[in-house]
């Protein structure tokens, strides 16, 4: 199946996509999923494992011995896990690399006010996914606009959490009035190249990305075809997100003297 996309459209990326050689929990290659979506017709992909670049870095690794695939855009991002305000998408401008983003536990705030420092954007992933990773259950997003609008977007189409839930994120991005965008939030290759946003620039490098965003050069965001994702239900949901809850908030404790030592080796570097 080909994409269709409004008249006008020049890009088509994934906005939201996990790989085996960057996130634990991703069962997909990088050079799989591209060779999907570019059959289907995308023109890009956003990058986005959990607090690494390493699917990226396998990317940019690999990509030339795939002559097939060499007019792919794939472009680099993180999915954040920040203390208090759940998963936050994190891209910066080419060439800016801040290694204390991969090191989880900032608080949300903290994180929005260091990304826009250096001209970077921050999306508002699943806001309202069934557990404490999306940024609506956390008392410090839901009950603080402030925090609210300084996200540069919003995705109000995830592939892979309930319709409800994304009825909610369009719906607070109505009062928002942010950039909506699509992910897959794919994590096996069954599931690659079932959402998509359009753009009606050309996207190439992140700088694009992250001007098309600020200029809302967006021209769809949504499904696309007709898989639906298996959802956890009841005691495995309760278990999985207690377990997340559990493990982040701990991990955010315990790698305090990490993150304080990247930003000490980051603000060196910089002199």
């Known amino acids: 199946m080909r994409l269709m996309m409004p008249v006008g459209t020049v890009s088509v990326l994934d906005m939201h996509c996990h790989t085996k050689e960057g996130s634990m929990d991703g069962l997909a290659s990088i050079f799989d999923i591209v060779r999907k979506m570019k059959d289907m017709g995308y023109t890009g992909l956003l990058v986005s494992d959990h607090n690494s670049y390493k699917g990226f870095e396998a990317w940019e690794a690999g990509k030339d011995q795939y002559e097939d695939l060499k007019d792919f855009v794939v472009l680099k991002a993180l999915?954040?896990?920040?203390?208090?305000?759940?998963?936050?998408?994190?891209?910066?401008?080419?060439?800016?690399?801040?290694?204390?983003?991969?090191?989880?536990?900032?608080?949300?705030?903290?994180?929005?006010?260091?990304?826009?420092?250096?001209?970077?954007?921050?999306?508002?992933?699943?806001?309202?996914?069934?557990?404490?990773y999306a940024a609506m259950r956390n008392p410090h997003v839901l009950m603080d606009e402030a925090v609210q609008n300084a996200y540069d977007y919003i995705e109000c189409y995830n592939a892979h959490i309930p319709a409800v839930a994304n009825e909610m994120a369009e719906i607070l991005n109505k009062k928002l009035n942010k950039p909506m965008v699509a992910g897959t939030d794919a994590h096996k290759i069954r599931y690659a190249a079932t959402a998509a946003t359009a753009f009606s620039k050309p996207i190439k490098t992140n700088n694009d990305l992250i001007a098309a965003i600020r200029e809302n050069e967006i021209l769809y965001a949504g499904r696309v075809g007709n898989t639906d994702h298996p959802q956890l239900r009841g005691v495995m949901r309760l278990f999985t997100n207690l377990g997340y809850t559990t493990w982040n908030k701990s991990a955010a404790f315990l790698y305090t003297k990490r993150r304080s030592k990247a930003w000490h080796r980051n603000h060196k570097n910089q002199k």
């Not at 999306?123 to 996914?129: L, N, Q, T």
């Open 79 to 132: 999915e954040y896990d920040s203390r208090d305000g759940g998963h936050v998408m994190i891209i910066l401008p080419d060439g800016v690399d801040i290694p204390p983003f991969k090191v989880r536990g900032m608080k949300i705030a903290d994180v929005l006010k260091k990304v826009h420092e250096v001209g970077g954007i921050c999306g508002m992933v699943h806001p309202f996914g069934p557990g404490a």
